[in-house]
C-alpha cells in the first residue's frame, strides 16, 4: 500500500496553507519567519560585523566627498595659484595646486629687520628656511664692484630709504644645485662642490657656473619687507 505523502512516521505532514487556516479559524495571526528562522518581531538588533560594515560605507562616503571638495577646489590665498587659476572658486585639478604657507619655502617670508638696518658692509644674511640670502648692495655702482645686478626680467628688489638696494639671493649653485656658502675672508660666495664663485651680489666670477645667482623678489607691504620664494627670479647668463 503506497504511503501518503501528507504521512511520515505514523505522524501527518500539516502543510503551510493547512497552517493558516488553522490559524485563522482560532483567531490568531500566522507568525512570519525570517531566512534565519526567527520571527520578525523578535530579531534582534545590528550585530559587530553588520554595523562596522555600515560604518564602514558611511566614511567612505564622506571621506569621498571631501576628497571631491579637494579635487576641485584650488587655494586661492596663494597669490601665484589665484594667478594660474583666475580666482575661481572651483577648477578641475583644483588638488595638484600646491598648498604652501607662508613661512615655507615656496611661500613668501616677512623679515623681521627693516630694511634701513642692513649696510652694505656686513655679511649676506641667511634664511635657512627660505634658502636665500639678503644683501644690500650700493645703487651708484657696477656688478663687479657689488653694484645691482638685474635678473632675466630686471627686478632689483626693494630700494632702502639712501638709495642702496636690498636683495634675495636664492642659496643654491646655478651648476648642479649645491647649496652655496658665503665665505666672508673673500667676501663672495664659494660653491664647495665645483669651486664657482660669485660676487655677494650674486654676480658670476669664474667656475662652471652658466649664469649668475638666481634671486627672489623682495616687496615692501605693509611696512615689512617680504621675500616670495615661489617666483625665483633667474640670473643673467654670462658671456
Known amino acids: ?49 553588520e554595523f562596522m560594515a555600515y560604518a ?56 623681521a629687520r627693516a630694511g634701513d638696518s642692513y649696510t652694505a658692509e656686513e655679511a649676506p644674511e641667511l634664511n635657512a628656511a627660505g634658502k636665500f640670502y639678503i644683501v644690500k648692495v650700493d645703487k651708484s655702482k657696477g656688478a663687479a664692484e657689488n653694484g645691482i645686478v638685474s635678473t632675466n626680467d630686471n627686478e632689483v628688489g ?8 636690498l636683495i634675495a639671493i636664492y642659496q643654491v649653485c646655478t651648476h648642479l644645485g649645491c647649496l652655496i656658502p658665503f665665505q666672508a675672508s673673500q667676501n663672495r660666495f664659494i660653491c664647495p662642490c665645483h669651486g664657482s664663485t660669485f660676487e655677494r651680489n650674486s654676480h658670476y666670477v669664474l667656475g662652471p657656473a652658466p649664469r649668475n645667482l638666481d634671486q627672489f623678489p623682495i616687496t615692501l607691504e605693509d611696512g615689512a619687507l617680504v621675500v616670495d620664494t615661489g617666483k625665483k627670479k633667474t640670473g643673467l647668463t654670462h658671456g
Open 56 to 111: 564602514t560605507a558611511g566614511s567612505m562616503a564622506v571621506l569621498t566627498a571631501l576628497g571631491l571638495g579637494s579635487i576641485i577646489a584650488p587655494n586661492k590665498d596663494d597669490e601665484l595659484i589665484s594667478e594660474l587659476t583666475g580666482g575661481a572658486d572651483w577648477v578641475t585639478g583644483g588638488f595638484a595646486y600646491p598648498r604652501i604657507k607662508a613661512g615655507q619655502f615656496g611661500g613668501k617670508f616677512t623679515l
Open 158 to 165: 626693494a630700494e632702502t630709504s639712501d638709495g642702496a638696494y
Open 1 to 49: 500500500m503506497a504511503e501518503n505523502p501528507k504521512q511520515s512516521g505514523g505522524r501527518r505532514i500539516v502543510s503551510q496553507a493547512e497552517a493558516e487556516a488553522v490559524a485563522a479559524k482560532a483567531g490568531v495571526s500566522p507568525v512570519t519567519r525570517t531566512k534565519v528562522g526567527k520571527p520578525v518581531g523578535e530579531r534582534q538588533g545590528l550585530n559587530r560585523r
